[in-house]
């Protein structure tokens, strides 16, 4: 189910992500068939390369440290505040920003609305609004900006980001590590696996396509990959060992408004710092 029935607006953002140390996305693949405990993901013709939902995750879990400690720090957010009051839910902490019980009155809501709701004379070409949409957008309301910008179970999220396959050649390495005993945290003796990683240096190409984000989420966003670029971000596994630092360079941002869309304009090339620089235009700190 979509909240947004309309494309208004898309901001398409492409960049390369640089592996500033060994990287290692595993696949689960077996010593059988690779010659490694833990091989890297790859591609049919073999090369090594990000999946879009490995960045979609970390880039979710990156959005909502940040909007809690803006929410902590009294930075308040922008209008339409999510009407349930909760920033960045934890769904996998059993905490989400709908619960059972909102979802049921949504439903029954958007079952009697659907009904009852007929077009206004002058707007027969108008298509009614189905029960689905209108369940989509009340969840969408009460939700939180994370579900919101990344969607939950109940509605599609508006940032889609695609398999990030690699600029070039990309060698991989085999190394060995030592098995950690998972009660006591120490290195077990007698212990031994290896896995594969990606060497540092290599690069891969970023493309991410955001729909109907509104400036205060896009400035909130691109923020994000201002982090990303200036202080890097850990993928993949292995990361308490100093493994997965990217950061990103190199990054376009276009933005399609509906003129763009329908082919009557041209899209507009951003600056990645001018769109993230309105953050304080957006975001502020509340007077205590
Ligand atoms: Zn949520």
């Not at 880039?59 to 803006?70: K, P, V, W």
């Not at 190409?205 to 909130?220: G, Q, S, T």
Request: a negative charge; charged letters at 35%; proline letters at 5%.
């Amino acid at each position: 189910m979509k909240p947004f029935s309309k494309m208004e607006t898309r901001l398409v953002i492409e960049a390369k992500i640089r592996a500033e140390t060994a990287l290692h996305l595993g696949c689960g693949g077996s010593v059988e068939t690779s010659g490694t405990d833990s091989p890297v993901i790859k591609t049919a013709d073999g090369r090594p390369f990000i999946p879009g939902s490995s960045i979609k995750g970390v880039l979710r879990s990156f959005a909502e440290q940040l909007l809690r400690t803006m929410q902590d720090h009294r930075i308040e957010g922008p209008e339409p505040r999510p009407k349930s009051g909760v920033w960045a839910c934890e769904p996998f902490a059993g905490t989400c920003c709908i619960s059972k019980e909102d979802k049921d009155r949504f439903w029954e809501e958007a079952q009697k609305e659907a009904k009852e709701k007929q077009p206004e004379p002058d707007e027969t070409n108008k298509k009614k609004p189905t029960r689905d949409e209108i369940f989509a957008q009340e969840v969408f309301k009460h939700a939180c900006y994370a579900c919101r910008l990344f969607g939950c179970q109940y509605f599609a999220g508006r940032i889609a980001v695609a398999d990030a396959f690699p600029d070039g050649e990309v060698a991989t390495h085999v190394r060995d590590g030592v098995g950690i005993d998972r009660d006591t945290g120490t290195a077990k003796e007698g212990i031994k696996y290896d896995f594969e990683v990606v060497e540092p240096g290599a690069e891969f190409n970023l493309r991410i396509v955001c729909e109907n984000l509104k400036e205060p989420e896009e400035v909130f966003f691109t923020h994000l990959l201002q982090l990303w670029r200036d202080e890097g971000l850990h993928l993949g596994g292995q990361t308490t060992r100093g493994l997965g630092l990217t950061r990103l360079r190199d990054i376009r941002v276009r933005r399609y408004d509906a003129d763009a869309l329908v082919g009557l304009g041209e899209p507009e090339e951003m600056e990645l710092d001018a769109l993230a620089g309105k953050l304080n235009k957006h975001w502020r700190r509340r007077d205590a």
